[in-house]
């Protein structure tokens, strides 16, 4: 079963179907700067219209490119902390938009 909303894989092989915050944070903690040095995460599908990347950088720290075709985005950020990483990738892959996924609703009481 694959995933159902967007999948992480890393250069060593290593792949999450729908990771968590956490799944995120350990995927990029494994990265290093000769085996394993990306992780990119993108939806379960052909063409998908929006990836997130994150690779070492030489000099240290991490490199985040963000790409959503859909909302005309692109943004390159660099970043030392693992943790920022995982937490931002997380909540703007929540606000891309899911075949299939309800819609978010806000209910007045």
Do not use: C, K
């Not at 052909?46 to 692109?74: C, I």
């Not at 931002?88 to 299939?100: K, Q, S, V």
């Amino acid at each position: 079963m694959g995933a159902q909303y967007y999948g992480a894989d890393s250069e060593n092989g290593d792949r999450i179907d729908d990771p968590s915050e956490d799944a995120l944070f350990m995927m990029i903690s494994d990265l290093n700067d000769s085996d394993n040095t990306f992780v990119v995460v993108q939806p379960d599908e052909e063409d998908p219209v929006w990836f997130a990347s994150v690779a070492v950088l030489d000099e240290g720290g991490y490199e985040v490119v963000r790409r959503d075709t859909t909302h005309n985005e692109h943004e390159v950020t660099t970043s030392t902390s693992i943790n920022d990483i995982a937490r931002d990738l997380t909540i703007w892959m929540a606000a891309r938009h899911f075949p299939g996924r309800p819609a978010n609703q806000v209910t007045d009481f």
